[in-house]
């Protein structure tokens, strides 16, 4: 890990270039053609559950960020989560039409579904660290994650319709998160840039884009790892009671 002089960009890129992340086998068997479709179509709806989970740890985040100037874009990143109001058009939503685009995937055949243990321990850090940890470690995290999801959608947006999965005008959901992810990203990581010039407060931002990062690319491996693994479940209820049951 090499030391860093306070400025947050030559720190992001030296996290994702020590962790080479685009040469994860998930991404590396897209590209040269050996991912089976029916698997990848089952790591992506696990990869659904990450989806539709993420806006949640994110509001956890916003309401510990201290100055409303501060948390603008961030409410503002929860509120497109959920379709700026119409959920139609929900985050959730472009992904579940994907998902039956690709493989005629629909609700129910997702709910079918149980939850792998990688999404869980995803969506579980991402909880812990925005409700636990200080607002600026939970920053880094989401921050970097929103900034390597911005060129996942652009590898995995690529490799679909490389794969003949997809034609390019079928495509949905990782073409809109290529360019908006990178918003996101800057939006997160402009919170905590003044932040970055004191030393201590690095140290925590730091161990949240370290994480962060980390966590991620994990999540691919386990994906990749597991995509032959079929498990479904007899009840129709949420996966997570993270805060409780809706009625
Ligand atoms: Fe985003």
Same mark, same amino acid.
């Given at each position: 890990?090499?030391?860093?002089?306070?400025?947050?960009?030559?720190?992001?890129?030296?996290?994702?270039?020590?962790?080479?992340?685009?040469?994860?086998?998930?991404?590396?068997?897209?590209?040269?053609? *050996?991912? &089976?479709? @029916?698997?990848?179509?089952?790591?992506?709806?696990?990869?659904?559950?990450?989806? +539709?989970?993420?806006?949640?740890?994110?509001?956890?985040?916003?309401?510990?960020?201290? !100055?409303?100037?501060?948390?603008?874009?961030?409410?503002?990143?929860?509120?497109?989560?959920?379709?700026?109001?119409?959920?139609?058009?929900?985050?959730?939503? +472009?992904?579940?039409?994907?998902?039956?685009? =690709?493989?005629? *995937?629909?609700?129910? &055949?997702?709910?079918?579904?149980?939850?792998?243990?990688? *999404?869980?321990?995803?969506?579980?850090?991402?909880?812990?660290?925005?409700? !636990? &940890?200080?607002?600026?470690?939970?920053?880094?995290? =989401?921050?970097?994650?929103?900034?390597?999801?911005?060129?996942?959608?652009?590898?995995?947006?690529?490799?679909?319709?490389?794969?003949?999965?997809?034609?390019?005008?079928?495509?949905?959901?990782?073409?809109?998160?290529?360019? =908006?992810?990178?918003?996101?990203?800057? &939006?997160?990581?402009?919170?905590?840039?003044?932040?970055?010039?004191?030393?201590?407060?690095?140290?925590?931002?730091?161990?949240?884009?370290?994480?962060?990062?980390? =966590?991620?690319?994990?999540?691919?491996?386990?994906?990749?790892?597991?995509?032959?693994?079929?498990?479904?479940? @007899?009840?129709?209820? !949420?996966?997570?009671?993270?805060?409780? *049951?809706?009625?």
């Amino acid at each position: 890990m090499k030391k860093n002089n306070g400025n947050i960009t030559e720190k992001i890129d030296s996290i994702l270039s020590e962790l080479n992340y685009k040469n994860n086998p998930y991404f590396q068997s897209l590209a040269d053609g *050996i991912f &089976d479709k @029916d698997d990848f179509i089952e790591t992506q709806i696990q990869f659904y559950f990450a989806v +539709t989970f993420f806006s949640r740890p994110m509001a956890a985040l916003a309401a510990k960020i201290p !100055l409303p100037h501060m948390r603008l874009e961030v409410v503002r990143n929860v509120w497109e989560e959920h379709g700026e109001g119409n959920l139609k058009k929900a985050h959730a939503h +472009t992904f579940e039409e994907l998902l039956k685009r =690709l493989g005629n *995937i629909n609700l129910s &055949d997702i709910d079918k579904r149980s939850l792998w243990p990688e *999404i869980r321990i995803f969506n579980t850090t991402l909880s812990g660290v925005c409700v !636990l &940890d200080d607002y600026m470690t939970g920053v880094g995290t =989401l921050g970097i994650i929103e900034q390597m999801f911005s060129d996942i959608s652009s590898i995995i947006g690529k490799e679909i319709v490389k794969n003949k999965w997809l034609s390019e005008d079928q495509l949905i959901h990782y073409n809109l998160h290529e360019k =908006l992810d990178e918003k996101h990203a800057r &939006d997160f990581f402009s919170i905590v840039e003044k932040a970055y010039e004191n030393q201590e407060h690095q140290y925590y931002i730091d161990q949240g884009m370290w994480m962060g990062a980390t =966590l991620f690319n994990a999540l691919y491996t386990g994906l990749f790892e597991h995509r032959k693994r079929r498990v479904f479940r @007899d009840v129709k209820t !949420l996966h997570s009671r993270a805060e409780g *049951i809706p009625c």
